[in-house]
């Protein structure tokens, strides 16, 4: 965790605008922590999440915000931000809770740019095609697609689904959230036969365009550590990381 870099008022306007931005089919809040439930789609959608680092963190804690979870038969998932008790991370990984997927949450300023490339389609309502096309690729069991598409059509406006369709069918895909003068970038995918050749920045390129005709004059997004590839590309657009997170999964 970037600890001598992140700005807690900056966290917590990033952390509220992006629970915002892709909103849980429930949630529930207690002092200090909030629960999001989603199905099981996406762990974003279906975490603890801390919002005080001095909210209370116990035992008797970890099993309150657990038995939710565990009555909808959900893995309890941890999101481990700088807004989590210090204790937590240790506390989880004590018991056993292996910490995986760190992600980087980075930011940029937005400009009017270049604008928006004329072959990505940006809509506010996702389409059969794009959705089919987003579970396939992403992918989506069946099981989830009614919680998948459930979360993408409750998400408020101004909010743009990208694509790049060949041979009639949608190769690349992201999607755009603004809220006040932020955009939230999310999902960027491309189909493994068409990678390698600069779709994910022709999409990253028109949803930055199309958020600052929004009034957005930042952006944020979130990429895994791991993801060099993605992480250069964001880079070569402005974008650099305010905090990170992880998460803790039950063994």
């Known amino acids: 965790m970037l600890a001598d870099r992140w700005k807690p008022d ?66 309890p998932i941890w999101r481990i931000s700088p807004l989590a008790p210090p204790a937590a991370d240790s506390l989880l990984e004590a018991r056993g809770y292996p ?80 809220d006040g003068d932020q955009l939230g970038v999310f999902d960027m995918l491309v189909a493994p036969a068409a990678r390698r050749r600069g779709l994910a920045r022709r999409v990253l390129r028109s949803l930055l365009a199309w958020g600052h005709a929004h009034g957005a004059r930042a952006a944020y997004l979130q990429v895994f550590a791991s993801n060099t590839a993605a992480r250069q590309l964001y880079a070569d657009h402005g974008f650099d990381t305010a905090y990170s997170y992880w998460y803790r999964v039950p063994p």
């Not at 966290?11 to 922590?33: C, D, K, M, N, Q």
């Not at 980087?104 to 794009?130: E, F, H, K």
Request: aromatic letters at 6%.
């Open 10 to 75: 900056l966290v917590r306007r990033l952390e509220t605008i992006a629970f915002r931005a892709w909103p849980a089919l429930e949630s529930e809040a207690s002092p200090g922590w909030l629960q999001r439930f989603s199905q099981g789609y996406t762990k974003r959608a279906n975490s603890i999440n801390g919002l005080d680092p001095d909210a209370e963190m116990t035992p008797a804690v970890i099993e309150t915000l657990e038995a939710p979870y565990r009555r909808r038969g959900l893995p």
């Open 99 to 178: 910490r995986i997927d760190e992600t980087l949450v980075q930011i940029a300023p937005i400009d009017a740019g270049p604008g928006a490339d004329p072959a990505v389609a940006i809509t506010a309502r996702p389409s059969p095609a794009w959705l089919a096309g987003f579970a396939e690729l992403r992918p989506v069991s069946v099981a989830q697609r009614a919680a998948m598409t459930g979360m993408l059509q409750a998400i408020a406006a101004p909010v743009g689904f990208a694509r790049i369709e060949e041979s009639a069918q949608p190769v690349a895909f992201g999607v755009g959230v603004v």
